[in-house]
Each structure stands twice: as structure tokens, then as C-alpha cells.
């Protein structure tokens, strides 16, 4: 791997695919810098001689877990068997893969018809034996990645759900709602029967204002008023 390495005039004939994707809908919405910054990627093969340069962004807010159909991947891989590529360059390991058969499987096919590999730290030739052992370690902590980030999100989604059971065990920390026509708004930290008193008392009183403003009798009957219970 060389951050200055000189292409060979056969590589620079051919075409440079710089390939971008990003994991989710949201981030694609959410996350223009990271785009823009892959997208760059066209100034850096121009820039190592490349003359015709192809940008293959068809898997944009999608994974690369292998959970997913990507088109743009399997673009990439037909253009590699073709011999049509010199050169694939990505932002890094995790753009192209995120599991282990995908990124060796490219690996190999690169290494078959002599393409580089070229990222933000420089130019690898999977020919080359050191080279290789390098892109392999690249891959395989990308996918490591990808399993602390799973692991992450399911102990978060464990805690929150032991959270909520909690407070179903725990009356004096539940949540009452009140329709906002009755100028009440949520009653936090009270039990049951203190919330539906004092909601019941607010709604006798606004509905004696009504009456009285309107020239009409109050009504005797008592009116039985339902109280949601959010927990």
C-alpha cells in the first residue's frame, strides 16, 4: 500500500468506479456531508490519471449487511468481471461491505483482472500479498463494527423495554392525559384516584359555567367522565 504509487499505463486505460453509499433512508436525508465528501472521491481518481471515471450511486439508503438487494454493488461486480475497471475507490471498507463474503469476494475479483483498490489512505493492490492481508483486516473490522452496532441497539431496546415495565409496576409514577377541552393537560406523579378526583371536580365546574352562561339549569345528573391512563 502507497499513498504515492505511480498506476501502470494498462490501469489508467480502463475506468475508475468510485462507489458511495449510505446505510439508511435518514441518513441519506440527514447526513449531506458524508455524501458530498464520497462524491470527492472523482476529483481523487482524476487525480491519479484516471480519465474516464464512472460514479455508481444506485445504493444510496441501503445497507451492506447483506440483508438487502443492492444494485449498485452487483453493477460494480459485473464490471469487474467485464475487465472494464482499473480502479474501484470508496470512502472506506464499510462503504463497499459490511460482511465478509461480499468484501472478499470483490477482493478477489480485483485481484483477478489487477484493479485497484483505492481509499482515503491510499492505493492497494490485492495482487500483492501485504496488501491483501491489510484489505482483508479492513473488511473484517468493518464487520466487526456492524456487530457492536447491532448489540448496541438491542441492549438499548432491552433497557427500554425493562424501563416500561417499571413503571407499570409503579403506580405513583404513571401518566394521565386529559382531553384539552377540559383546560387540563397531563397529570404526572399522582395516583388514579387523586387524577380522576380532580379532573372530575374541573369538569362539574366548567360544566356549571356553561350553564350559567347560557341561562340554563344545571343538570342533576351526574356525568361520568373517562380518564385514559398512558403508562
Request: net charge positive; aromatic share 4%.
Amino acid at each position: 500500500m502507497t499513498s504515492v504509487e505511480i498506476l501502470p499505463p494498462t490501469i489508467l486505460q480502463r475506468k475508475a468506479i468510485v462507489y458511495v453509499r449510505q446505510s439508511s433512508p435518514g441518513q441519506v436525508e440527514n447526513n449531506p456531508e458524508s455524501r458530498r465528501r464520497q462524491y470527492e472521491l472523482v476529483d481523487v481518481a482524476r487525480h491519479r490519471g484516471f480519465r474516464t471515471v464512472e460514479v455508481i450511486d444506485d445504493d444510496l439508503g441501503r445497507s451492506a449487511s447483506e440483508m438487502v438487494a443492492r444494485p449498485g454493488f452487483e453493477k460494480l461486480v459485473a464490471a469487474l468481471c467485464g475487465g472494464e475497471v482499473g480502479a474501484v475507490l470508496c470512502f472506506d471498507a464499510s462503504r463497499l461491505a459490511r460482511n465478509g463474503r461480499d468484501w472478499h469476494h470483490l477482493l478477489e475479483l480485483c485481484g483477478l483482472v489487477e484493479a485497484r483498490v483505492i481509499d482515503l489512505d491510499g492505493v492497494y493492490n490485492p495482487c500483492l500479498p501485504n496488501d491483501r492481508l491489510l484489505l482483508g483486516m479492513k473488511g473484517s473490522i468493518s464487520e466487526f463494527e456492524l456487530g457492536i452496532i447491532r448489540a448496541r441497539m438491542l441492549d438499548a431496546a432491552r433497557a427500554k423495554a425493562t424501563r416500561v415495565e417499571d413503571l407499570r409496576g409503579d403506580p405513583a409514577r404513571r401518566t394521565f392525559v386529559a382531553p384539552s377541552s377540559l383546560g387540563a393537560s397531563t397529570i404526572a406523579g399522582t395516583n388514579m384516584g387523586a387524577a380522576s378526583t380532580g379532573l372530575c371536580s374541573r369538569f362539574r365546574k366548567s360544566r356549571r359555567q356553561v350553564n350559567n352562561c347560557c341561562g340554563e339549569r344545571p343538570c342533576r345528573r351526574a356525568t361520568a367522565q373517562t380518564v385514559t391512563s398512558v403508562e
